[in-house]
């Protein structure tokens, strides 16, 4: 079984769609459009499986788990160019829309993603966490590059400052 070696995300213009570019260490390549709706859905689904906490998590353990995140992030590789050129296309050489986005737990943690392609294949990832954080801000940042004005997921917000009542007068 391949695994995932490199993933991009970028715009391209005259679709006004994102191009996802998955590259597994076998040397083969799938490329899927995601519509801003279907990258909308997607960014979603990501900040809730990767940070099932948020929602009822305070302004102390929200700051935990965005210094986690940003540490994890500086972390990954951002900078490494993708590369093209593979010799093995599973789904053809141009790229295949996204029409349907599946997930369901895995042991361990981990989520299994199908992206459903029209024709009823689909295309599956095992993520984890990090995976899931590192996704979310390549489709971020391809989505700014479009000009979608996506609306960056709960996690992905500055934790809340703790109120700082010390000094100050309430009337």
Same mark, same amino acid.
């Given at each position: &079984?391949?695994?995932?070696?490199?993933?991009?995300?970028?715009?391209?213009?005259?679709? =006004?769609?994102?191009?996802?570019?998955? @590259?597994?260490?076998?040397?083969?390549?799938?490329?899927?459009?995601?519509?801003?709706?279907?990258?909308?859905?997607?960014?979603?689904?990501?900040?809730?499986?990767?940070?099932?906490?948020?929602?009822?998590?305070?302004?102390?353990?929200?700051?935990?788990?965005?210094?986690?995140?940003?540490?994890?992030?500086?972390?990954?590789?951002?900078?490494?160019?993708? @590369?093209?050129?593979?010799?093995?296309?599973?789904?053809? *050489?141009?790229?295949?829309?996204?029409? @349907?986005?599946?997930?369901?737990?895995?042991?361990?943690?981990?989520?299994?993603?199908?992206?459903?392609?029209? =024709?009823?294949?689909?295309?599956?990832?095992?993520?984890? *966490? =990090?995976? &899931?954080?590192?996704?979310?801000?390549?489709?971020?940042?391809?989505?700014?590059?479009?000009?979608? =004005?996506?609306?960056?997921?709960?996690?992905?917000?500055?934790?809340?400052?703790?109120?700082?009542?010390?000094?100050?007068?309430?009337?």
């Amino acid at each position: &079984m391949a695994s995932l070696h490199q993933i991009n995300a970028t715009f391209e213009p005259q679709e =006004d769609r994102l191009i996802l570019n998955i @590259r597994s260490d076998d040397d083969s390549e799938i490329r899927i459009w995601l519509t801003r709706r279907y990258t909308r859905l997607l960014l979603g689904i990501l900040d809730k499986l990767a940070n099932p906490r948020q929602e009822r998590a305070g302004s102390r353990e929200q700051a935990v788990q965005a210094f986690e995140r940003d540490a994890l992030l500086a972390g990954a590789d951002f900078q490494t160019e993708y @590369r093209t050129g593979a010799s093995n296309h599973p789904l053809g *050489r141009d790229p295949v829309l996204v029409s @349907r986005i599946e997930y369901r737990s895995l042991e361990g943690g981990d989520t299994a993603l199908a992206l459903g392609l029209p =024709d009823g294949r689909n295309v599956n990832l095992n993520l984890n *966490r =990090d995976l &899931m954080q590192v996704l979310i801000r390549l489709l971020l940042e391809a989505g700014k590059k479009a000009e979608w =004005d996506l609306e960056a997921p709960p996690s992905q917000h500055p934790a809340p400052a703790a109120a700082d009542t010390a000094n100050k007068a309430f009337h």
